[in-house]
C-alpha cells in the first residue's frame, strides 16, 4: 500500500472562514487572526504558514503517542479497503471483541466489560443510562439521581452537562436533567497553593456526599461521576485520601462509582488508568481521547464485573440494553485503537508519565514566582498554571500568554485562567524546557 511518509506541509493560504461555526472557540477572534494546523509529526504541529510548533497540550488530551504514528495510519488505511463499516447491532466484527479483550485486560481485570462509543461525551451518557438501568435491572427502580461535582467537566450531552459544573456549560440550555445534585469542587488556594502532586487538604470534602444522601436518602440515588483528576475546569487535582472515601461512601449506601477518566485513561498519570494511580476501583469508567491517539473518534464506558450480568435477564431474544450508536465499535476506531495499544505496549508509554514526574514537576513549579502567577499544580504528565485574571476581564490574559506561546512555537491549552499542560507522553526532557521556557518567557513578557 502506498501512503505518503508525511503529509506535505500546505502552502494554502486562509481559507474562507464564513460557513464554519466553530465548537468552543470565540468564532470571531479567531477568524480575525485564525490558527490553523496542517500536518502533525511526532511532538509537532506544522502550522499554514509553515511554522513548528510544539505540540504541549496532545492536541486536546488526546495524542498520547504523538502524531503521525505509522502503525496507526496503516492500520486504519488496512482497515478501511478490508472492511469499511460493520453494523454492531445484532451484528459484530472480529476487531470489535479483540479490542474489548485488550482493554479488559489493561484494566488488570478490575472491570468486566466494554461498552463502545465515539466520544467522552457519548461515553458519560452511556455511563450514566447504565447506572440507571443497572439498578433498575436489580429491582431497585427508585435509585435514579446523579450526582455530579461543581467544576465538573463531563462532555457536553445533556445528561454530561446536567452532572457537570462548569457554569457557562449549563447555564444557555433550559433545566437539563432532573434530579441531579453536586458535591462541592475540591479547588482551594488558600490551602493547597503550590502543592506538588496532590494537595494535602480536602479530603473531608467527600463526605459531603453523606450530606446528599441524607438529603434524598440513598434509594433514590443511582450514582456519582467524578473526574480523578479534572482537566477542562482547570487543572483540579484530588486531595489525598478524596477519592478513596468517595468510593467508601458509596459503597455504603449502594451508589454506583463513576469515574470520567476521558482524560486521564491511556497514561496520563504515568499508570494505565487513573484507578491504577489512586488504587481507587470505581463501578464504571468513561473513557474516549487517547484511546485511539485521538486518530479516530471512539469511547468507551468499562464497567465492573456483574454489571453486565445483571442485565442478561428474560428471554435471550430480547435486547438487554436499549442504547447504542450507528458507529459503535466502528472498525476504523477498532483499527486505530489496537494499533494504539500496540504503540503504548511497546513502548511502555502508559507508564512512561512516572518516569519523566520528578523532571516535569521541577520544571513546571520552576514557573512559581513568574509575574501573575497565583499557582502551580502538577501530577503525572499534567501541569497547571492559574493566573491571575485581569481586573474585569477573565480569561483575557490566559488568552493571551496561550496565543503568544503559540507565536512563539508553543502550544499549550488555556481554560478560565489556567495555562494547561498535557504533552503526548513521548515526550522529551528537551521538549519539556523548551515547552516551560516558552511559556516562562512569555509570562514574563506580558507582565
Ligand atoms: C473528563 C472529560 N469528560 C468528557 C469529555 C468530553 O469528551 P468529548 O469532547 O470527546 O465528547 C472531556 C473532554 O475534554 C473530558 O475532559
Same mark, same amino acid.
Given at each position: 500500500m502506498s501512503i505518503p511518509k508525511t503529509v506535505p506541509p500546505s502552502t494554502a493560504t486562509v481559507p474562507d472562514m464564513d460557513a464554519l461555526w466553530m465548537p468552543f472557540t470565540a468564532n470571531r477572534q479567531f477568524k480575525a487572526e485564525p490558527r490553523l494546523l496542517v500536518s502533525a509529526e511526532g511532538m509537532h504541529y506544522t502550522t499554514h504558514d509553515g511554522r513548528r510548533v510544539l505540540d504541549g497540550a496532545a492536541g486536546l488530551w488526546c495524542v498520547n503517542?504523538?502524531?503521525?504514528?505509522?502503525?496507526?495510519?496503516?492500520?486504519?488505511?488496512?482497515?478501511?479497503?478490508?472492511?469499511?463499516?460493520?453494523?454492531?447491532?445484532?451484528?459484530?466484527?472480529?476487531?470489535?471483541? %479483540?479490542?474489548?479483550?485488550? $482493554? =479488559?485486560? $489493561?484494566?488488570?481485570?478490575?472491570?468486566?466489560?466494554?461498552?463502545?462509543?465515539?466520544?467522552?461525551? #457519548?461515553?458519560?451518557?452511556?455511563? $450514566? /443510562? =447504565?447506572?440507571?438501568?443497572?439498578?433498575?435491572?436489580?429491582? +431497585?427502580? &427508585?435509585?435514579?439521581?446523579?450526582?455530579?461535582?461543581?467544576?465538573?467537566?463531563?462532555?457536553?450531552?445533556?445528561?454530561?452537562?446536567?452532572?457537570?459544573?462548569?457554569?457557562?456549560?449549563? /447555564?444557555?440550555?433550559?433545566?437539563?436533567?432532573?434530579?441531579?445534585?453536586?458535591?462541592?469542587? &475540591?479547588?482551594?488556594?488558600?490551602?493547597?497553593?503550590?502543592?506538588?502532586?496532590?494537595?494535602?487538604?480536602?479530603?473531608?470534602?467527600?463526605?459531603? *456526599?453523606?450530606?446528599?444522601?441524607? *438529603?434524598?436518602?440513598?434509594?433514590?440515588?443511582?450514582?456519582?461521576?467524578?473526574?480523578?483528576?479534572?482537566?477542562?475546569?482547570?487543572?483540579?487535582?484530588?486531595?489525598?485520601?478524596?477519592?478513596?472515601?468517595?468510593?467508601?461512601?458509596?459503597? /455504603?449506601?449502594?451508589?454506583?462509582?463513576?469515574?470520567? %477518566?476521558?482524560? &486521564?485513561?491511556?497514561?496520563?498519570?504515568?499508570?494505565?488508568?487513573?484507578?491504577?494511580?489512586?488504587?481507587?476501583?470505581?463501578?464504571?469508567?468513561?473513557?474516549?481521547?487517547?484511546?485511539?491517539?485521538?486518530?479516530?473518534?471512539?469511547?468507551?464506558?468499562?464497567?465492573?464485573?456483574? =454489571?453486565? +450480568?445483571?442485565?442478561?435477564?428474560?428471554? #435471550?431474544?430480547?435486547? +438487554?440494553?436499549?442504547h447504542g450508536y450507528t458507529y459503535s465499535g466502528h472498525p476504523l476506531a477498532c483499527a486505530a485503537a489496537l494499533a494504539t495499544l500496540d504503540i503504548y505496549a511497546e513502548e511502555g508509554l502508559l507508564t512512561r508519565g512516572s518516569e519523566l514526574a520528578a523532571y516535569w514537576e521541577e520544571a513546571v513549579h520552576g514557573l512559581a514566582g513568574l509575574p501573575h502567577v497565583i499557582d502551580v499544580r502538577n501530577l503525572g504528565l499534567i501541569g497547571a498554571i492559574e493566573l491571575a485574571p485581569l481586573p474585569g476581564q477573565p480569561t483575557v490574559r490566559a488568552y493571551r500568554v496561550f496565543n503568544e506561546c503559540y507565536r512563539r512555537g508553543v502550544m499549550v491549552r488555556f481554560t478560565g485562567d489556567t495555562i494547561a499542560l498535557s504533552p503526548p507522553l513521548i515526550i522529551e526532557k528537551s521538549h519539556i524546557d523548551e515547552l516551560v521556557g516558552t511559556l516562562g518567557e512569555v509570562l514574563r513578557d506580558l507582565a
Open positions: 503517542a504523538g502524531h503521525g504514528r505509522r502503525r496507526i495510519v496503516e492500520a486504519v488505511a488496512a482497515q478501511v479497503a478490508e472492511l469499511d463499516y460493520a453494523p454492531g447491532f445484532q451484528m459484530g466484527h472480529p476487531k470489535a471483541f %479483540e479490542l474489548a479483550s485488550r $482493554l =479488559i485486560e $489493561l484494566t488488570g481485570d478490575r472491570m468486566g466489560q466494554v461498552f463502545y462509543t465515539n466520544s467522552g461525551s #457519548e461515553s458519560v451518557d452511556t455511563a $450514566l /443510562k =447504565i447506572a440507571i438501568a443497572y439498578h433498575r435491572a436489580r429491582g +431497585e427502580g &427508585t435509585r435514579t439521581r446523579l450526582i455530579g461535582r461543581e467544576r465538573g467537566y463531563h462532555g457536553v450531552g445533556f445528561g454530561g452537562i446536567s452532572v457537570g459544573g462548569i457554569g457557562n456549560n449549563r /447555564k444557555f440550555f433550559g433545566p437539563l436533567l432532573n434530579g441531579v445534585d453536586h458535591l462541592p469542587h &475540591t479547588h482551594d488556594l488558600a490551602h493547597n497553593a503550590f502543592s506538588r502532586g496532590q494537595p494535602a487538604w480536602g479530603a473531608h470534602l467527600a463526605d459531603e *456526599l453523606e450530606r446528599i444522601v441524607a *438529603l434524598h436518602d440513598a434509594s433514590t440515588i443511582a450514582a456519582v461521576i467524578v473526574e480523578p483528576v479534572a482537566g477542562s475546569t482547570g487543572v483540579l487535582l484530588p486531595p489525598q485520601g478524596y477519592l478513596q472515601r468517595l468510593r467508601e461512601i458509596c459503597d /455504603k449506601h449502594g451508589i454506583l462509582l463513576i469515574f470520567d %477518566e476521558v482524560i &486521564t485513561g491511556f497514561g496520563r498519570l504515568g499508570t494505565p488508568f487513573a484507578c491504577d494511580r489512586f488504587d481507587v476501583t470505581p463501578d464504571l469508567i468513561t473513557a474516549a481521547k487517547g484511546l485511539t491517539n485521538g486518530t479516530v473518534p471512539m469511547g468507551a464506558v468499562f464497567t465492573r464485573p456483574g =454489571i453486565y +450480568e445483571a442485565f442478561m435477564q428474560g428471554p #435471550e431474544h430480547v435486547i +438487554e440494553l436499549f
